[in-house]
């Protein structure tokens, strides 16, 4: 394994060097959290991008920085140095208001506890997530439809997060990122509730639904076996990325 230096370390890519077709770049990224007097630098001096339309997997154990580089990718966090790059935008120069849009329209979002609101049905969950978007009510109806069906969870619908699975609920949450049309979709640790042959499935779906609608995916996961799943792999050890060797093609 060697460590990712530069920008040699293109995400998505057999080659490396730093490409104009980049969707992600992070530059010089450091990430450090406050506790009173004491400094915890979770990411260090981060150099990293990921190309439109790859699909790459971070590992690291608990507390690494995975959900730490997920959130600053997705917006939902600033760097405390460096910049995080989207589609050319430097994110930490928006405004909060531009960052928030940012999220609702152009990021797909998949956590590991599915996040579905008891209350909704399985379609009620993605339209409601839907409605902080300006499309209108009838776009955001077929939209919600056309990203259950391509679950293969339409004929579920009606039906609420206690009466499916975890794997379906899970399913949901996939569906309910993918409604957006998002160019990027995080995942994390999107099995990680799920035994492995489920986990298996929710994986293989991710990788369907990215080359079908073209969508960028970043999963940040702790189980090296999802990792035959991706076009690249990357390790976090010590705040910093560390390229890891697709040993597996089990998944393409």
Not at 59 to 74: D, E, I
Not at 114 to 129: F, R
Not at 222 to 234: E, I
């Amino acid at each position: 394994m060697a460590v990712l230096s530069s920008f040699e370390a293109g995400l998505g890519t057999r080659g490396g060097g730093r490409s104009e077709d980049a969707l992600v770049r992070l530059d010089h990224v450091s990430k450090r959290y406050q506790d009173g007097q004491i400094a915890t630098e979770v990411l260090t001096d981060v150099h990293m991008q990921i190309e439109r339309g790859s699909f790459t997997v971070v590992l690291g154990v608990s507390g690494s920085g995975k959900t730490t580089l997920l959130n600053l990718v997705a917006g939902l966090d600033v760097p405390s140095s460096g910049e995080v790059f989207v589609d050319g935008r430097a994110l930490s120069a928006l405004s909060e208001r531009a960052r928030t849009e940012f999220r609702r329209t152009a990021v797909g979002i998949v956590f590991q506890y599915y996040n579905l609101l008891p209350t909704l049905t399985a379609l009620e969950n993605i339209e409601a997530a839907l409605e902080i978007t300006p499309l209108p009510a009838g776009e955001i109806r077929d939209r919600s439809w056309r990203s259950l069906e391509a679950v293969g969870l339409g004929s579920k619908a009606s039906r609420f997060p206690s009466q499916l699975s975890g794997g379906e609920q899970q399913r949901v949450a996939i569906a309910r990122a993918l409604a957006k049309e998002p160019a990027l979709i995080v995942a994390d640790e999107p099995t990680g509730n799920l035994d492995e042959q489920t986990g298996r499935g929710v994986m293989t779906l991710l990788q369907d639904l990215r080359r079908r609608h073209r969508a960028t995916l970043v999963v940040a996961t702790h189980n090296p076996v999802m990792t035959s799943f991706a076009d690249r792999v990357v390790r976090i050890e010590h705040g910093r990325m560390v390229d890891v060797p697709i040993l597996a093609e089990a998944g393409r």
